[in-house]
């Protein structure tokens, strides 16, 4: 398949490279936008764009929102929690409400994995863009993952990127594990034994828990957030904060003794300063986190440009 | 000069060629692209694929001749205007296209025309350009 003719983007997993790498050039032109003095294009207007974030976030939805506008679309968000024992009846009740205003897209996170999967087939003439589903997939942000890498490296071919933290988790992970080893870069996942899920290797990744081999090689360091919850919170996946850092936090001493000169150290934030990243490598020359944040808001731009056009699409040619 | 992607950029270059050889100075060279600014998006056709709108000048002020190598409805002239207005606001802007084949649905006039073209029913102008100043022009199915 050319191009991306699908109506809602709720995986990388469903996705092949060439759709990717699609969405990555459509993203490129997108990033020229942003840097306009005129940051806006008439693209969306009229289009009706809702944010159903029915987990906590400020950063994604603050991204999609600006991406939305600078489209021309209209705006509107909806956030709240789900309640653990009414979370998939809560969120169909709510889409069917939604659905009776006919928005065109609506932008969801929820705690529960497959919920926007749900979502997409109960809701034909709606695109559903995944903005976390439970620890199942993230694939804007996976997908602003890869548009970094690909600015700052060039290319995937030969390369090995490194995801360290609380995989088992961690949505991140997984929509980067789908992205990077599709467009044919190798990769590794670290963390305690007890943070990386067994058979994660199936995914397409190898699994180390020791930070040194991961690191050694690798020219993308991908850091992720360490919940402190989880120590207190019935798991006990590691006995303290200060052991967890010791062991698989990075510092300027351990990229000196064992990263590539030229690595490249990523977070999807918000950063524990001291916890998985060092304050001088989170702010040193290795880091792109910045960039990762730019091109977060170029990719959902594409992504919201995208998935309207292949809703059209889908229906003239007579797919769902 | 800016050229209307993609068939206007080369035509663009050249003019800006035979003025620098006319006149000795050459004019600056913008290129955009009209994909974000169309009037029929998601409709389900066919579309172009999106490519780079380049304006490396300051827009205020400045005496733009946008080219085009067709011109028929009109619809990509009127998104090509929007796209230059929000960068900026030319002292004027004119058109200059290659085939003037009729059949505007918008009240767009060009400029400078190359040629006119009657064109038949389900038919469609072609431009390929030739080494240096040779363009062929044709009309088919």
């Known amino acids: ?320 | 000069m800016v050229g209307i992607r993609a068939g206007g950029v080369p035509l663009a270059e050249r003019l800006a060629d035979c003025i620098r050889d006319a006149e000795g100075k050459r004019p600056q060279v913008g290129t955009v692209d009209i994909t974000l600014y169309r009037d029929d998006l998601h409709t389900g056709l066919e579309k172009s694929p999106l490519g780079a709108t380049e304006l490396p000048f300051d827009l205020s002020g400045s005496a733009v001749f946008l080219v085009d190598d067709v011109l028929y409805t009109g619809r990509t002239v009127r998104a090509a205007l929007d796209v230059l207005h929000d960068f900026g606001r030319p002292r004027w802007i004119r058109l200059a296209v290659l085939v003037d084949r009729g059949g505007r649905e918008l009240p767009i006039q060009a400029d400078v025309v190359g040629r006119a073209v009657e064109v038949g029913d389900g038919e469609k102008v072609v431009v390929t350009l030739g080494d240096r100043d040779s363009v062929g022009v044709e009309t088919r199915r």
């Open chain 1, 1 to 320: 398949m050319t191009g991306f003719a699908r109506k809602d983007l709720l995986g990388l997993a469903d996705l092949d490279a060439d759709e990717i790498r699609h969405i990555l050039d459509v993203a490129d032109q997108f990033r020229d936008v942003n840097l306009r003095p005129i940051k806006k294009v008439p693209t969306l207007r009229g289009k009706s764009v809702v944010h159903l974030f029915l987990e906590p976030s400020t950063r994604t939805r603050t991204s999609f929102d600006i991406a939305a506008k600078r489209l021309s679309a209209d705006t509107f968000s909806i956030t709240g929690s789900s309640s653990s024992a009414k979370k998939g009846e809560t969120l169909l009740d709510t889409a069917r409400n939604l659905v009776a205003m006919h928005p065109d897209i609506i932008v969801v996170r929820h705690a529960l994995a497959g919920g926007v999967r749900m979502l997409a087939e109960a809701l034909p003439e709606t695109s559903i863009v995944n903005a976390g589903d439970g620890a199942c997939e993230h694939p804007t942000q996976g997908l602003l993952d890869l548009l970094t890498v690909r600015r700052r490296l060039g290319g995937f071919d030969g390369r090995t990127v490194t995801i360290v933290g609380d995989i088992k988790h961690s949505r991140v992970a997984r929509s980067a594990i789908h992205g990077f080893s599709k467009l044919g870069a190798k990769v590794r996942v670290c963390g305690p034994k007890t943070l990386i899920p067994p058979g994660i290797e199936s995914l397409g990744c190898e699994s180390f828990d020791r930070l040194e081999p991961a690191v050694r090689g690798a020219d993308v360091l991908m850091m992720l957030r360490i919940q402190q919850e989880r120590i207190h919170l019935g798991g006990h996946y590691f006995p303290s904060i200060r052991e967890y850092s010791r062991r698989y936090g990075v510092n300027r001493d351990k990229l000196k003794r064992w990263a590539r000169r030229d690595v490249v150290i990523m977070h999807p934030g918000p950063i524990n300063r001291g916890v998985e990243l060092e304050p001088e490598v989170a702010d040193g020359g290795w880091s792109v986190i910045l960039d990762q944040v730019e091109n977060g808001v170029a990719v959902r731009m594409a992504v919201l440009y995208l998935v309207l056009g292949g809703r059209r699409t889908a229906a003239t040619e007579g797919r769902a």
